[in-house]
């Protein structure tokens, strides 16, 4: 279950994005989602029913998308609007992404660009364009189903969706329950158009800094890399991609780095170290 406040004006785009990142979790264990329960929150008099009805089409049509039903949900009168899903889906346990497999000398690969979290502060202040807004959105919007798909046909074992605890905190999570350390190559980093600007312009979230106190040690650094970019793997995610564990490469998702025997922790190096590791 997931559910949480409007990120972006349009109504429809907000029931997309919510829908498709209540469903994320279901892909990020390699399953398949099923039905789904709406989770509704609206002051009926805040908007017209328009309003509403375009949030919760756009949650329709994505979880349509993903081959799932609505099968019901609830609805409580809110002055802050909040919308999610309640999602039921099926597993293979002998396939399953679990978050504790990873292995030294897997690759990881990482299905979406990074800086919703940027992209989506700077929009409330007037400070991103239509296109770098609409690039956010899209990828928001986007289901990892197809990385999920591109994941099993790989063999992979470990997988964590991006979210909250942004790029860094995700992968902590992995290296911290595999016993393994992971570097992460910033040259590497797919990010969505603008955010280098919007950082210097400092449009970031507070969720960043408490990503970083919460890495506290576990994160490091390399001197060489840029300030804007530490922001990005700092940065909340909503609705972000599939980071994907394997030995070989992932159709459609990026490699960023790979699984290194040490102390678990997350290390951002500034060069490359080839497609191989």
Not at 162 to 170: E, S, V
Request: charged share 20%.
């Amino acid at each position: 279950m997931d559910f949480f406040t409007p990120i972006v004006d349009d109504p429809y785009a907000y029931g997309a994005i919510a829908a498709a990142n209540a469903l994320s979790d279901v892909y990020a264990m390699g399953g398949r989602p099923l039905t789904v329960m709406n989770i509704a929150c609206f002051n009926p008099a805040a908007a017209p029913p328009e309003v509403w009805a375009a949030v919760l089409r756009g949650g329709y049509d994505k979880v349509t998308e993903a081959g799932a039903v609505v099968v019901g949900g609830h609805s409580v009168e809110d002055n802050e609007p909040k919308f999610g899903l309640s999602v039921t889906g099926i597993v293979n346990p002998s396939r399953m992404f679990a978050n504790t497999n990873a292995q030294p000398g897997d690759g990881v690969y990482l299905s979406k660009p990074l800086g919703t979290g940027i992209v989506t502060t700077a929009a409330k202040f007037d400070r991103c364009s239509e296109d770098e807004l609409s690039a956010a959105i899209a990828a928001m919007s986007a289901l990892n189903r197809e990385a999920a798909d591109q994941g099993l046909e790989a063999g992979v074992r470990c997988a964590t969706d991006i979210t909250g605890f942004g790029l860094a905190g995700h992968l902590f999570n992995v290296a911290r329950a595999s016993k393994v350390r992971i570097e992460v190559e910033a040259g590497r980093l797919p990010v969505l158009p603008g955010v280098e600007r919007m950082v210097a312009e400092g449009m970031m979230t507070g969720g960043a800094g408490r990503n970083e106190e919460f890495l506290g040690e576990a994160l490091a650094f390399d001197d060489d890399v840029p300030p804007w970019l530490r922001d990005v793997v700092l940065d909340p995610q909503t609705s972000g991609g599939l980071a994907l564990f394997s030995a070989t490469p992932i159709e459609g998702s990026v490699r960023i780095g790979r699984v290194v025997s040490g102390e678990p922790g997350i290390v951002v190096r500034s060069g490359t170290t080839g497609p191989n590791g």
